[in-house]
Protein backbone atom coordinates (compact mmCIF):
# COMPACT_ATOMS: atom_id res chain seq x y z
CA UNK A 1 0.00 0.00 0.00
CA UNK A 2 1.47 3.76 -1.11
CA UNK A 3 0.98 5.80 1.71
CA UNK A 4 1.91 9.55 0.80
CA UNK A 5 2.74 10.97 4.07
CA UNK A 6 2.18 14.05 5.62
CA UNK A 7 2.15 16.79 3.18
CA UNK A 8 3.89 19.20 5.23
CA UNK A 9 6.45 16.68 6.45
CA UNK A 10 9.26 16.14 3.90
CA UNK A 11 10.37 12.23 3.36
CA UNK A 12 7.09 10.93 5.44
CA UNK A 13 5.69 8.78 2.72
CA UNK A 14 5.68 4.87 3.60
CA UNK A 15 5.38 1.54 1.71
CA UNK A 16 2.71 -0.42 3.92
CA UNK A 17 2.70 -4.34 3.09
CA UNK A 18 0.00 -6.84 4.35
CA UNK A 19 0.68 -10.76 4.58
CA UNK A 20 -1.54 -13.16 3.54
CA UNK A 21 -1.80 -13.68 7.33
CA UNK A 22 -3.20 -10.41 7.91
CA UNK A 23 0.39 -9.02 9.31
CA UNK A 24 1.33 -5.42 8.65
CA UNK A 25 5.01 -4.19 7.99
CA UNK A 26 5.02 -0.62 7.87
CA UNK A 27 8.39 0.68 5.80
CA UNK A 28 8.90 4.56 6.92
CA UNK A 29 10.68 7.15 5.31
CA UNK A 30 10.30 6.07 1.97
CA UNK A 31 10.33 9.59 0.38
CA UNK A 32 8.14 12.85 -0.08
CA UNK A 33 4.22 12.00 -1.98
CA UNK A 34 4.87 7.61 -2.04
CA UNK A 35 2.24 8.46 -4.46
CA UNK A 36 1.63 4.65 -6.63
CA UNK A 37 3.21 1.24 -6.62
CA UNK A 38 3.54 -1.64 -8.73
CA UNK A 39 4.76 -5.14 -8.24
CA UNK A 40 6.18 -7.29 -11.06
CA UNK A 41 8.31 -10.20 -10.98
CA UNK A 42 10.04 -9.73 -8.00
CA UNK A 43 10.06 -6.16 -7.90
CA UNK A 44 8.25 -3.00 -6.65
CA UNK A 45 8.38 -0.19 -8.15
CA UNK A 46 7.38 3.07 -6.29
CA UNK A 47 6.74 6.78 -7.94
CA UNK A 48 8.19 9.29 -5.69
CA UNK A 49 6.22 12.47 -6.42
CA UNK A 50 8.06 15.11 -4.66
CA UNK A 51 11.37 14.03 -5.19
CA UNK A 52 10.98 13.34 -9.06
CA UNK A 53 11.81 9.88 -9.27
CA UNK A 54 11.02 6.03 -9.31
CA UNK A 55 12.60 3.79 -7.05
CA UNK A 56 13.05 -0.19 -7.89
CA UNK A 57 13.14 -2.44 -4.81
CA UNK A 58 13.54 -6.07 -4.33
CA UNK A 59 11.48 -7.92 -3.09
CA UNK A 60 11.81 -10.54 -0.41
CA UNK A 61 9.34 -12.47 2.01
CA UNK A 62 10.52 -10.45 4.88
CA UNK A 63 11.90 -7.20 3.49
CA UNK A 64 12.50 -5.46 0.68
CA UNK A 65 15.61 -3.83 -0.97
CA UNK A 66 16.17 -0.41 -2.68
CA UNK A 67 18.53 -1.42 -6.01
CA UNK A 68 17.50 1.73 -8.25
CA UNK A 69 16.58 5.42 -8.05
CA UNK A 70 15.62 6.82 -11.73
CA UNK A 71 15.33 10.34 -12.44
CA UNK A 72 12.03 11.29 -14.03
CA UNK A 73 14.17 14.50 -15.31
CA UNK A 74 11.90 16.98 -13.06
CA UNK A 75 8.89 15.63 -13.63
CA UNK A 76 6.74 14.51 -10.78
CA UNK A 77 5.65 10.72 -11.39
CA UNK A 78 2.10 9.22 -10.74
CA UNK A 79 1.01 5.95 -11.94
CA UNK A 80 3.22 3.12 -12.82
CA UNK A 81 1.92 -0.13 -15.31
CA UNK A 82 4.55 -2.48 -16.65
CA UNK A 83 3.73 -4.30 -20.25
CA UNK A 84 6.69 -5.54 -22.16
CA UNK A 85 9.57 -5.78 -19.65
CA UNK A 86 9.15 -2.08 -19.33
CA UNK A 87 7.63 0.27 -17.12
CA UNK A 88 5.23 3.04 -18.07
CA UNK A 89 5.37 6.22 -15.71
CA UNK A 90 3.07 9.16 -16.08
CA UNK A 91 4.40 13.00 -15.14
CA UNK A 92 3.57 16.36 -14.91
CA UNK A 93 5.64 19.45 -14.39
CA UNK A 94 5.70 19.78 -10.25
CA UNK A 95 4.95 23.69 -11.53
CA UNK A 96 1.47 24.43 -10.28
CA UNK A 97 1.21 27.81 -11.82
CA UNK A 98 2.26 25.65 -15.32
CA UNK A 99 1.51 22.25 -15.52
CA UNK A 100 -2.61 22.40 -15.55
CA UNK A 101 -1.93 24.46 -19.10
CA UNK A 102 0.97 21.90 -20.55
CA UNK A 103 1.25 18.46 -21.79
CA UNK A 104 2.58 15.93 -19.80
CA UNK A 105 5.00 12.83 -20.22
CA UNK A 106 4.62 8.75 -20.05
CA UNK A 107 8.41 8.23 -18.93
CA UNK A 108 9.04 4.30 -20.00
CA UNK A 109 11.82 2.81 -18.28
CA UNK A 110 14.15 -0.33 -19.46
CA UNK A 111 13.55 -3.12 -16.10
CA UNK A 112 16.50 -4.17 -17.40
CA UNK A 113 18.92 -1.64 -16.81
CA UNK A 114 17.04 1.08 -14.83
CA UNK A 115 16.90 3.39 -17.57
CA UNK A 116 14.37 6.02 -18.74
CA UNK A 117 15.01 4.89 -22.47
CA UNK A 118 12.15 6.97 -23.61
CA UNK A 119 10.13 9.68 -22.90
CA UNK A 120 6.31 10.29 -24.91
CA UNK A 121 4.66 13.55 -24.88
CA UNK A 122 0.70 13.02 -24.40
CA UNK A 123 -2.24 15.46 -23.04
CA UNK A 124 -2.43 17.57 -19.98
CA UNK A 125 -2.01 15.78 -16.53
CA UNK A 126 -2.03 12.56 -17.50
CA UNK A 127 -2.80 10.37 -14.60
CA UNK A 128 -4.43 6.75 -14.98
CA UNK A 129 -2.73 3.81 -17.00
CA UNK A 130 -4.25 0.76 -18.77
CA UNK A 131 -2.44 -1.87 -20.31
CA UNK A 132 -4.62 -3.73 -22.52
CA UNK A 133 -3.90 -5.82 -25.78
CA UNK A 134 -0.59 -4.13 -27.08
CA UNK A 135 -1.60 -0.98 -26.12
CA UNK A 136 -0.45 1.50 -23.30
CA UNK A 137 -4.20 3.74 -22.56
CA UNK A 138 -3.37 7.33 -20.63
CA UNK A 139 -5.93 9.16 -18.95
CA UNK A 140 -5.02 12.86 -19.80
CA UNK A 141 -7.26 14.36 -16.45
CA UNK A 142 -5.87 17.87 -17.42
CA UNK A 143 -8.07 17.89 -20.15
CA UNK A 144 -10.57 15.22 -22.18
CA UNK A 145 -8.95 13.03 -23.93
CA UNK A 146 -7.58 9.27 -23.77
CA UNK A 147 -4.02 8.74 -25.45
CA UNK A 148 -3.62 4.93 -27.00
CA UNK A 149 -0.05 4.51 -27.41
CA UNK A 150 1.54 0.96 -29.41
CA UNK A 151 3.85 -0.80 -27.31
CA UNK A 152 5.83 -2.03 -29.79
CA UNK A 153 7.27 1.03 -30.88
CA UNK A 154 5.78 3.72 -28.26
CA UNK A 155 3.90 5.80 -30.93
CA UNK A 156 0.51 7.51 -30.24
CA UNK A 157 -1.99 5.84 -32.22
CA UNK A 158 -5.43 8.05 -31.53
CA UNK A 159 -6.23 10.51 -28.94
CA UNK A 160 -9.74 9.61 -28.34
CA UNK A 161 -12.36 12.44 -26.49
CA UNK A 162 -13.86 10.96 -23.39
CA UNK A 163 -15.61 14.21 -21.36
CA UNK A 164 -13.54 15.99 -18.93
CA UNK A 165 -11.76 14.59 -16.25
CA UNK A 166 -10.72 11.50 -17.45
CA UNK A 167 -8.27 9.54 -14.45
CA UNK A 168 -8.61 5.85 -13.62
CA UNK A 169 -9.48 2.98 -16.63
CA UNK A 170 -10.58 -0.46 -16.77
CA UNK A 171 -12.01 -2.96 -19.22
CA UNK A 172 -14.10 -5.18 -19.78
CA UNK A 173 -14.24 -7.66 -23.02
CA UNK A 174 -12.04 -5.15 -24.83
CA UNK A 175 -14.09 -1.96 -24.31
CA UNK A 176 -12.39 0.62 -21.98
CA UNK A 177 -14.15 2.37 -19.36
CA UNK A 178 -13.04 6.05 -17.73
CA UNK A 179 -13.69 7.30 -14.45
CA UNK A 180 -13.70 11.11 -14.63
CA UNK A 181 -13.57 13.93 -12.02
CA UNK A 182 -13.53 17.49 -12.58
CA UNK A 183 -14.57 21.16 -11.34
CA UNK A 184 -16.61 23.76 -12.11
CA UNK A 185 -15.93 27.42 -12.06
CA UNK A 186 -17.49 27.07 -8.42
CA UNK A 187 -14.55 24.49 -7.29
CA UNK A 188 -17.43 21.69 -7.12
CA UNK A 189 -16.39 18.35 -7.96
CA UNK A 190 -18.65 16.82 -11.08
CA UNK A 191 -18.13 13.20 -11.67
CA UNK A 192 -18.78 10.99 -15.13
CA UNK A 193 -17.67 7.50 -16.75
CA UNK A 194 -17.06 6.90 -20.64
CA UNK A 195 -16.43 3.77 -22.52
CA UNK A 196 -14.11 3.57 -25.77
CA UNK A 197 -15.69 1.16 -28.07
CA UNK A 198 -13.47 -0.96 -30.12
CA UNK A 199 -13.69 1.04 -32.92
CA UNK A 200 -13.03 3.96 -30.97
CA UNK A 201 -15.67 6.01 -30.48
CA UNK A 202 -16.67 6.75 -27.01
CA UNK A 203 -19.84 6.65 -25.09
CA UNK A 204 -20.55 9.64 -22.25
CA UNK A 205 -22.41 9.69 -18.86
CA UNK A 206 -22.78 12.62 -16.92
CA UNK A 207 -23.88 12.08 -13.32
CA UNK A 208 -23.05 15.50 -12.22
CA UNK A 209 -21.79 17.45 -9.22
CA UNK A 210 -24.46 16.26 -6.36
CA UNK A 211 -22.90 12.77 -6.05
CA UNK A 212 -19.73 11.53 -4.63
CA UNK A 213 -18.50 8.63 -7.04
CA UNK A 214 -14.11 9.29 -6.47
CA UNK A 215 -12.18 8.48 -9.20
CA UNK A 216 -11.58 4.41 -8.93
CA UNK A 217 -12.09 1.96 -11.19
CA UNK A 218 -12.53 -2.25 -11.57
CA UNK A 219 -12.98 -4.99 -13.10
CA UNK A 220 -15.16 -7.30 -10.41
CA UNK A 221 -17.21 -9.96 -10.79
CA UNK A 222 -17.66 -9.77 -15.04
CA UNK A 223 -18.72 -6.20 -14.64
CA UNK A 224 -17.30 -2.70 -14.23
CA UNK A 225 -17.30 -0.96 -10.90
CA UNK A 226 -16.60 2.71 -10.18
CA UNK A 227 -16.35 4.44 -6.35
CA UNK A 228 -19.72 5.38 -5.02
CA UNK A 229 -20.80 7.57 -2.00
CA UNK A 230 -18.38 5.26 0.54
CA UNK A 231 -18.32 2.20 -1.26
CA UNK A 232 -17.71 0.57 -5.36
CA UNK A 233 -21.18 0.00 -7.41
CA UNK A 234 -21.79 -2.05 -10.53
CA UNK A 235 -22.53 0.20 -13.83
CA UNK A 236 -24.47 -1.08 -16.78
CA UNK A 237 -24.11 -0.69 -20.53
CA UNK A 238 -25.69 2.91 -20.40
CA UNK A 239 -23.16 3.81 -18.15
CA UNK A 240 -25.91 4.32 -14.99
CA UNK A 241 -24.89 3.22 -11.46
CA UNK A 242 -26.97 0.91 -9.75
CA UNK A 243 -26.66 2.15 -6.41
CA UNK A 244 -28.85 -0.96 -5.24
CA UNK A 245 -25.85 -3.35 -5.57
CA UNK A 246 -22.94 -1.47 -3.97
CA UNK A 247 -20.46 -2.74 -1.56
CA UNK A 248 -19.65 -0.89 1.22
CA UNK A 249 -21.00 1.71 3.21
CA UNK A 250 -18.32 4.01 4.39
CA UNK A 251 -18.22 8.47 4.77
CA UNK A 252 -17.76 9.42 1.37
CA UNK A 253 -14.77 12.04 2.24
CA UNK A 254 -13.27 9.12 3.52
CA UNK A 255 -12.74 6.79 0.60
CA UNK A 256 -9.59 7.17 -0.97
CA UNK A 257 -9.07 4.68 -3.25
CA UNK A 258 -10.52 1.02 -3.94
CA UNK A 259 -9.46 -1.92 -5.99
CA UNK A 260 -10.31 -5.83 -6.44
CA UNK A 261 -7.28 -8.31 -5.13
CA UNK A 262 -7.73 -12.19 -4.88
CA UNK A 263 -11.32 -11.45 -5.35
CA UNK A 264 -12.12 -9.48 -2.86
CA UNK A 265 -12.65 -5.29 -2.68
CA UNK A 266 -10.05 -2.94 -0.89
CA UNK A 267 -10.42 0.17 -0.42
CA UNK A 268 -8.67 2.54 2.13
CA UNK A 269 -9.56 4.86 4.01
CA UNK A 270 -8.27 8.67 5.34
CA UNK A 271 -8.95 11.78 6.63
CA UNK A 272 -5.48 13.08 5.44
CA UNK A 273 -4.49 13.05 9.49
CA UNK A 274 -5.53 10.19 12.22
CA UNK A 275 -7.35 7.98 10.08
CA UNK A 276 -5.30 5.73 8.15
CA UNK A 277 -7.27 2.40 7.28
CA UNK A 278 -7.53 -0.26 4.79
CA UNK A 279 -10.73 -2.43 4.31
CA UNK A 280 -11.44 -5.67 3.02
CA UNK A 281 -14.57 -6.86 1.44
CA UNK A 282 -16.52 -9.76 0.27
CA UNK A 283 -18.93 -9.61 -2.61
CA UNK A 284 -21.65 -9.54 -0.57
CA UNK A 285 -20.35 -6.06 1.65
CA UNK A 286 -19.25 -7.88 4.46
CA UNK A 287 -16.06 -6.65 6.21
CA UNK A 288 -13.34 -9.37 6.55
CA UNK A 289 -10.43 -7.53 7.39
CA UNK A 290 -9.18 -3.84 8.67
CA UNK A 291 -5.93 -2.72 8.93
CA UNK A 292 -4.06 0.06 9.82
CA UNK A 293 -1.12 1.23 7.50
CA UNK A 294 1.00 4.51 6.92
CA UNK A 295 -0.26 8.24 6.57
CA UNK A 296 -2.37 8.84 4.04
CA UNK A 297 -3.40 5.13 2.09
CA UNK A 298 -3.93 5.52 -1.64
CA UNK A 299 -2.40 2.83 -4.57
CA UNK A 300 -2.65 -0.93 -3.86
CA UNK A 301 0.25 -3.28 -5.66
CA UNK A 302 -0.34 -7.37 -5.11
CA UNK A 303 2.50 -9.87 -5.18
CA UNK A 304 3.29 -13.25 -5.39
CA UNK A 305 6.88 -14.57 -5.31
CA UNK A 306 8.15 -15.31 -8.85
CA UNK A 307 10.59 -18.39 -8.66
CA UNK A 308 11.25 -18.82 -12.35
CA UNK A 309 12.27 -22.19 -11.37
CA UNK A 310 10.44 -23.82 -14.97
CA UNK A 311 7.94 -25.81 -13.12
CA UNK A 312 5.01 -24.79 -14.73
CA UNK A 313 2.43 -27.24 -13.33
CA UNK A 314 3.81 -27.02 -9.90
CA UNK A 315 4.51 -30.94 -8.90
CA UNK A 316 8.07 -30.41 -7.39
CA UNK A 317 9.63 -32.15 -10.68
CA UNK A 318 11.38 -30.81 -13.80
CA UNK A 319 9.80 -33.36 -16.55
CA UNK A 320 8.77 -33.10 -20.45
CA UNK A 321 4.93 -31.91 -18.85
CA UNK A 322 7.10 -28.68 -18.07
CA UNK A 323 8.49 -28.46 -21.36
CA UNK A 324 5.40 -28.60 -23.21
CA UNK A 325 3.51 -26.34 -21.19
CA UNK A 326 6.46 -23.76 -21.96
CA UNK A 327 6.08 -24.43 -25.29
CA UNK A 328 2.15 -23.48 -25.19
CA UNK A 329 2.45 -20.56 -23.81
CA UNK A 330 5.29 -19.15 -26.36
CA UNK A 331 3.38 -20.72 -29.61
CA UNK A 332 -0.14 -19.46 -28.46
CA UNK A 333 0.73 -16.18 -26.04
CA UNK A 334 -0.71 -17.42 -23.17
CA UNK A 335 -0.95 -15.07 -20.06
CA UNK A 336 2.21 -14.69 -18.56
CA UNK A 337 3.79 -17.07 -16.13
CA UNK A 338 7.10 -16.41 -14.40
CA UNK A 339 7.70 -20.20 -14.21
CA UNK A 340 7.95 -20.02 -17.49
CA UNK A 341 10.08 -17.24 -17.97
CA UNK A 342 13.48 -19.21 -17.61
CA UNK A 343 15.85 -16.16 -18.09
CA UNK A 344 13.73 -13.65 -16.15
CA UNK A 345 13.08 -11.01 -19.34
CA UNK A 346 9.60 -11.02 -18.89
CA UNK A 347 8.55 -12.74 -22.03
CA UNK A 348 7.79 -16.43 -22.73
CA UNK A 349 9.44 -17.30 -26.32
Same mark, same amino acid.
Given at each position: VAGEGSFYDSGSG??????AD???????????????VEAYQNMLLVSIN??????????????????AEVSMDGQSPREIVVADH???????????????????????????????????????????????NGYIWVANSGESTVSKINVTNNIIEDEIYVGHGPLFLSALNDVIYVARTYYDDNWSANFG??? %????????? @?? =??? #?????????????????SFEGGVAPINQDLEIISEEKIGNYYASLLYHADVINDNVWMTLTDFSNI???????????????????? %????????? @?? =??? #????????????DAVLIMNGALYSLPYNCESDLNSDGAIN
Amino acid at each position: VAGEGSFYDSGSGSISRINADGQIDIFENVGSVVHAVEAYQNMLLVSINGEYKVQIYNIFEENIELVAEVSMDGQSPREIVVADHKAYVTTWDPDWTVYPNIDGYVKVINLDNFQVEESIQVGVMPEGLLYNNGYIWVANSGESTVSKINVTNNIIEDEIYVGHGPLFLSALNDVIYVARTYYDDNWSANFGTSK %IGLGGSSQI @ME =YGA #GIACGGSIMKYNNSIYRSFEGGVAPINQDLEIISEEKIGNYYASLLYHADVINDNVWMTLTDFSNINEVKELSIVGEEINSYQVGA %IPGDFAQWD @MC =YFS #GDVNQDESLNVFDAVLIMNGALYSLPYNCESDLNSDGAIN
